[in-house]
């Protein structure tokens, strides 16, 4: 019985979902100039998520102007669950002679002196309960635009898609014949909740 309520319980909210994201979410998604595929796979945020204030400002649509990709930036180490920020080394590589008297520069410069780790805030966040990796995402070839957005276009980092939701990552794998079990997302059943 416990089982059958529960999967009733995943269906409504799914279903919930489903009509906050075609009554809301289009709108949000097309605002935030997403390609078509994109659209269909990770639909925008219903809401607006402001950016997070980061320790110093960047530009993703100005430091990929340049030529720069994701991944000069952003690995993936083992065991693949989270994508890092670059070391401030990393920066300090350009930085070292562009800009380096302004102000948020010298702040850089400063971390990279101090061998400290900036500590950047973290954007999107994988929710408590879900064992969730960048690895097989990215070995399958999905985009970081398919997911994130079009980051080259944004000044500040920001939620813009609601890829951290249930529905949405149901409905990507569904679309993709990728597994669709409770297990794949969610490791066990304890205590009425899922334990990741």
Not at 35 to 42: D, E, L, N, P
Not at 86 to 105: F, L, S, Y
Not at 131 to 155: D, F, I, K, N, Y
Request: aromatic share 8%; hydrophobic share 35%; charged share 15%.
């Amino acid at each position: 019985m416990k089982t059958k309520r529960r999967v009733s319980l995943v269906s409504f909210g799914m279903t919930a979902a489903a009509l906050v994201f075609f009554f809301v979410g289009s709108s949000a998604t097309q605002q935030a100039g997403l390609s078509q595929t994109a659209r269909t796979m990770v639909p925008g945020n219903p809401s607006e998520h402001p950016a997070p204030t980061q320790p110093i400002p960047y530009s993703h649509k100005k430091h990929l102007a340049f030529g720069l990709e994701c991944k000069m930036c952003h690995t993936n180490p083992e065991p693949g669950k989270l994508m890092t920020f670059p070391e401030t080394g990393r920066c300090m590589q350009c930085h070292a002679t562009v800009a380096k008297d302004k102000p948020t520069i010298r702040k850089l410069a400063n971390y990279a002196k101090s061998k400290q780790v900036i500590p950047w805030v973290r954007v999107y966040i994988v929710l408590p309960g879900v064992a969730w990796s960048h690895r097989p995402h990215l070995q399958a070839g999905v985009a970081c635009e398919t997911c994130h957005g079009q980051v080259r276009e944004m000044e500040q980092m920001s939620e813009v898609t609601s890829v951290t939701t249930m529905y949405v990552c149901l409905n990507c794998h569904e679309m993709n014949h990728a597994k669709t079990a409770c297990d794949t997302c969610h490791k066990s059943w304890s205590g009425g909740k899922f334990i990741g």
